[in-house]
């Protein structure tokens, strides 16, 4: 059965609609990745999953339980999910130890011991063992990414959002960050990321979905979409991006 | 993970030895740091002489010197204003946690976005438009005589707890819109950030927002605080004994000004201390940023 189901889903800023009626399964363990050109859509799409956005029509669910319907709590949703954004967005006045522990505590009732120690786990896993006691701007750009998405896992959600977690990096520090990514799905975490890193997508992805201006175009296996692919605007998209030298 | 070399590692190389042409610059920078010393000294040292020199030599000085800085006088009004200015500072201290917490709750009422609490923030809203309008004298008044007026059970009728309630509602208009100020001033990620750790609004605002914008108004807030400790003069009006009311008796009895020269030493060495805190606090805020 499918952990998260997106039907028909519509999104619009004004009378700019941004989603057109987006369809989407992906199941326990999957990873899935969204492409497209900037403006596309990935990012509200995200948001729309986490509810951070309300849909303008069509449903979602998780888990079987439509999370679009208005009288779900959106609090309860969001604690089933993770999202990690390209900004990073710490918390600037905690300490990376807080950073991660302050959603476990506060909102899932976890003792304060219990809360620090798997935090403390989850740092060490991830190669942040020193930083727990830093505040984020004392971290390198890499480093501060690899808390977002400590803080995201630390409540056991079921599903991670990646909004392109690396481009606000340099290269050096991608490297990084994708590897914790590589982690995550070899620990068999559900994750639908949103990426501009083609090499990156093709290796991790089970599937690969291109957006085209709120359209989802085309989606399938990673060797389809990035060898054969049907539509000529991913054509289009893919050849510029081996252009600008991303593949 | 841990095994790979992390961004930022120390490289192999040289320690560092400070180098001749290294020791010749912080030579020149000290003797340049010491020539801007003594000649501040100097100018400071000339404006005090010529402001004193101007002053003294004015043809009303003789009489100022004896009504306002008589030392004689100012042995003797000293005990009374002292005393009433420990009322002062009493009524400072009070309305200062009361102003802070209708500060923080009316900011907040105007936050909440859920439609039943429209008539909530509604009212803070017209709270602050009313109490930043009216001039804190008259705030004072108002509340002073007229609550004490409608004879109604349970309002105090003490002067200096209505003067206190006079004070914390002007003064918590002011502080409610910097703290609303701090609160939209944090970056609506950061909002979405903690919502999308499942916080509530309630745990949004008090784990993540607020922390961050009271660190934002500090400096503006204790300038607030530094004009409430002037401002507790105002509760005078009522007929209150504190350091100014004390001040005008004697001086409208004996018709020396001296006293009034007490009750100002007395403000300035309360707000001269907060000042300087305010200073430090602001100094720390730049070093954690460095
Ligand atoms: N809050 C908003 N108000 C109005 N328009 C918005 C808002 N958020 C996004 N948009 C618009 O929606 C469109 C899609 O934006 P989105 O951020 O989802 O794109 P994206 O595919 O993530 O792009 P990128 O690769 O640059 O991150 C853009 O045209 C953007 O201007
Ligand atoms: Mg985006």
Not at chain 1, 125 to 152: C, M, T, W
């Amino acid at each position: 059965m499918s952990l998260l189901t997106i039907e028909g889903v519509w999104k619009n800023f004004g009378d700019h609609s941004v989603l057109r009626g987006i369809d989407l399964e992906v199941r326990s363990h999957e990873v899935v990745s969204l492409i497209g050109a900037s403006g596309s859509g990935k990012s509200t799409l995200l948001r729309c999953v986490n509810l951070l956005e309300t849909v303008d029509d069509g449903a979602i669910h998780l888990d079987g339980q439509e999370i679009t319907d208005p009288r779900v709590n959106v609090d309860d949703v969001r604690k089933r999910l993770g999202i990690v954004f390209q900004a990073f967005n710490l918390f600037p006045h905690m300490t990376v130890l807080d950073n991660v522990t302050l959603a476990p505590r506060r909102v899932h009732g976890v003792a304060r011991a219990e809360a620090e120690e798997r935090a403390r786990e989850l740092l060490d896993r991830f190669g942040l063992g020193g930083k727990a006691g830093s505040y984020p701007d004392q971290l390198s750009g890499g480093q501060q990414q690899r808390v977002a998405i400590v803080r995201a896992l630390a409540t056991r959600p079921k599903l991670i959002l990646l909004d392109e977690v690396t481009s606000a990096l340099d290269p050096l520090l991608v490297v990084e960050v994708l590897q914790v990514v590589r982690e995550l799905k070899e620990a068999g975490m559900t994750m639908i990321l949103a990426t501009h890193e083609m090499g990156f997508c093709r290796e991790i992805s089970d599937t690969v979905c291109f957006l085209d201006g709120g359209v989802m175009l085309e989606k399938g296996p990673p060797e389809k979409i990035f060898t054969e692919p049907e539509h000529e605007r991913t054509r289009d998209f893919l050849r510029a991006v081996l252009d600008s030298g991303r593949l | 993970m841990t095994g790979r070399p992390q961004p930022g590692d120390e490289g192999e190389g040289q320690p560092w030895v400070k180098s001749e042409r290294q020791h010749e610059r912080e030579r020149t920078r000290r003797s340049r740091a010491r020539r801007s010393t003594s000649i501040a000294t100097a100018s400071s040292i000339l404006f005090v002489v010529l402001v004193v020199v101007l002053v003294t030599n004015a043809p009303g000085w003789p009489r100022v010197r004896e009504a306002f800085f008589s030392p004689e006088w100012f042995v003797r009004a000293l005990p009374d204003v002292a005393s009433g200015f420990l009322l002062n500072i009493k009524i400072f201290l009070i309305a200062e946690p009361l102003i802070l917490i209708v500060g923080v709750l009316v900011a907040l009422a105007r936050t909440v976005k859920a439609p039943a609490f429209f008539p909530v923030r509604a009212l803070a809203t017209l709270y602050t438009d009313i109490f930043r309008g009216v001039p804190t004298l008259l705030v004072i008044y108002l509340v002073g005589f007229g609550l004490p007026a409608l004879r109604l059970q349970g309002i105090p009728t003490d002067l200096a707890t209505l003067g206190i309630i006079g004070l914390t509602l002007s003064y918590g208009a002011y502080v409610a819109e910097v703290f609303r100020a701090g609160i939209e001033s944090i970056h609506p990620s950061q909002v979405a950030a903690a919502r999308s750790l499942g916080l509530s609004h309630g745990k949004t605002m008090r784990f993540v927002v607020l922390p961050q914008a009271t660190r934002r108004v500090v400096p503006p807030l204790l300038n607030d605080f530094i004009s409430l400790q002037k401002d507790t003069a105002l509760v005078a009006t009522l007929g209150l004994l504190e350091a100014l009311r004390q001040a005008q008796i004697i001086a409208t009895s004996k018709f020396n000004y001296t006293s009034y020269l007490v009750a100002s030493l007395l403000f300035i060495l309360l707000t001269i201390p907060m000042a300087r805190f305010t200073d430090h606090l602001a100094a720390r805020t730049r070093r954690r940023r460095a």
